[in-house]
């Protein structure tokens, strides 16, 4: 086992549940000590007594990530019971408001767009804000590190409100590399698909099923989706196929590397904005003129 994490503080905002617990779970494994916050105290206490059960340091605490107030307490958190804080990791996320109804764009209300970026968009500006005024005072550098989407590439179909707040979350993680650089505070997304939490789209009460859609949703077929995933293994993508890359982000291992958005898992991305030619091969969709034309000015 590596210890990219001996000796280094992290908090990860939504950390109760999904990929964010997963995170705080394998840093805790590589000897760092972990702040876990959720909005849902419970979550955020049982996640933080099932690092410490597996022999990891951790404290669990409720934090909203659309507070400022909030993330000062997390990274208070983190000063008061590690001595210090090296990355924030903000993490934490909701879905489209309407998902699962036939409500369209148009007729979404304003508020559903203020509660999504509230959490998505200006919980990363705020995590980011109270991070850097303690790495500033600390003077040695740090490093962030946004959970946004491969949504905050390319439009889902029915996820509008949730790809324009991806889309800022990446933005204002840019910028947050752009103005730190000199300081040594580097800044990152990760943008993951699949092998992510249904917990997502379920409702607050429901249980933390700490696993991903494919390990959850039936037998495993690899074949099965093939213009959507193109990576599929012999077993289904899972939360730490994605926080494995986290993990990287957040160590030393990507000292040099800021203000990219690096997607995680199965070549979805591509796949999605590739031309899509249906059954017909690449040669058949030029038009027989247009063919005509160039088989003529061949000879
Ligand atoms: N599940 C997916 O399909 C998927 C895909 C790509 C990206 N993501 C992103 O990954 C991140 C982690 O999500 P997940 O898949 O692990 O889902 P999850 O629902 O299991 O975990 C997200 C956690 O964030 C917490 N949270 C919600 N609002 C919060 C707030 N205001 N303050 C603090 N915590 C809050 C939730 O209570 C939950 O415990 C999110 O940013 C999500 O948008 C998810």
Redesign the pocket.
Same mark, same amino acid.
């Given at each position: 086992m590596a210890n990219r994490f001996e000796g280094k503080v992290v908090a990860v +905002?939504? *950390?109760? *549940?999904? &990929?964010?617990?997963?995170v705080a779970r394998m840093i805790a494994a590589e000897g760092g000590s972990v702040v876990v *916050? %959720?909005?849902?105290e419970t979550?955020a206490k049982e996640a933080a007594d099932l690092i410490q059960s597996e022999g990891g340091k951790a404290v669990g605490l409720k /934090? %909203?990530? +659309? @507070?400022q107030d909030?993330m000062d307490l997390l990274v208070k958190t983190a000063v008061d019971n590690f001595g210090r804080l090296d990355a924030m990791h903000a =993490?934490?996320?909701? /879905?489209e408001p309407t998902f699962g109804t036939t409500t369209r764009l148009h007729e979404v209300g304003a508020a559903a767009w203020d509660q999504i970026m $509230?959490? $998505?968009g200006r919980?990363i500006f705020l995590a980011f804000r109270s991070a850097v005024t303690q790495l500033l005072k600390q003077g040695s550098g740090g490093v962030l590190l !946004? +959970? +946004? *989407?491969? !949504?905050g590439s390319f439009i889902y179909p029915r996820f509008p409100l949730?790809a324009a707040s991806?889309f800022a979350?990446n933005g204002i993680t840019k910028a947050f590399a752009v103005e730190y650089g000199p300081q040594g505070i580097r800044a990152n997304a990760m /943008?993951?698909?699949?092998g &992510?939490?249904? =917990? #997502? #789209? &379920?409702p !607050?009460d429901a249980p933390? #099923?700490g696993k @991903?859609?494919e390990e959850v949703g039936g037998p495993w077929d690899p074949a099965g989706n093939p213009g959507a995933m193109p990576l599929a293994l012999p077993t289904p993508p899972t #939360?730490r196929d $994605?926080a494995n890359l986290a993990l990287f982000l957040l160590s030393d291992e990507s000292r040099y590397i800021s203000g990219e958005v690096i997607h995680s898992v199965s070549g979805a991305t591509s796949a999605r904005v590739a031309m899509n030619f249906g059954s017909a091969a690449a040669g058949d969709v030029v038009p027989e003129d247009v063919r005509a034309a160039l088989d003529s000015s061949d000879k």
């Open positions: +905002t939504g *950390s109760g *549940s999904g &990929m964010g617990r997963e *916050s %959720d909005v849902i979550r /934090a %909203d990530v +659309t @507070s909030d =993490n934490a996320g909701v /879905a $509230n959490v $998505n919980g !946004a +959970t +946004t *989407s491969a !949504a949730y991806k979350g /943008a993951p698909f699949h &992510m939490s249904p =917990n #997502l #789209l &379920m !607050a933390v #099923l @991903s859609y #939360l $994605n």
